[in-house]
């Protein structure tokens, strides 16, 4: 099943260029470029509905586990975040330390809060971005020998 999984795209890819070819052949008539153009275009469907299919399963997939990550972090980190603020108050730091924090504190909260795929994809391609920018910035000062 594992094996089905992983190579899905390419085993559903050969399957349909066989009946694509296979059918017009079993089924001889002098219509034979209708007979495969048809059988092309059904192939073509079932594809595309197919992997429309596997793709909302991935999706929902990684939606039920970005809502529990969530969870698990509002939880965790919060009650930090509680620990933290609540010794803040209790320290009596200076005002502008004591507002930092808790601004600082409020963001993470908001962060945690708004938790998604399409944050985590904001957050992907902004550090993407930056680490390949470090690895050629690396890769230009590195002395070559």
């Not at 972090?73 to 009596?92: E, F, G, P």
């Amino acid at each position: 099943m594992k094996f089905l999984l992983n190579y899905l795209e390419i085993i559903l890819s050969m399957v349909g260029l066989l009946l694509i070819i296979l059918i017009p052949m079993l089924f001889p008539s002098d219509y034979l470029w209708q007979t495969t153009a048809f059988v092309a275009t059904l192939v073509g469907v079932l594809h595309g509905g197919i992997f429309w299919l596997v793709r909302r399963r991935q999706r929902m997939v990684r939606q039920d586990a970005i809502l529990q990550i969530r969870h698990m972090m509002q939880d965790v980190i919060k009650n930090r975040l509680a620990v933290i603020s609540l010794n803040t108050q209790l320290s009596r730091p200076d005002d502008r330390y004591r507002d930092k924090i808790m601004n600082a504190t409020a963001a993470i909260e908001l962060v945690l809060d708004h938790l998604s795929d399409e944050s985590l994809r904001t957050w992907t391609e902004k550090y993407n971005f930056s680490l390949e920018k470090e690895q050629v910035d690396f890769r230009e000062s590195t002395p070559t020998a």
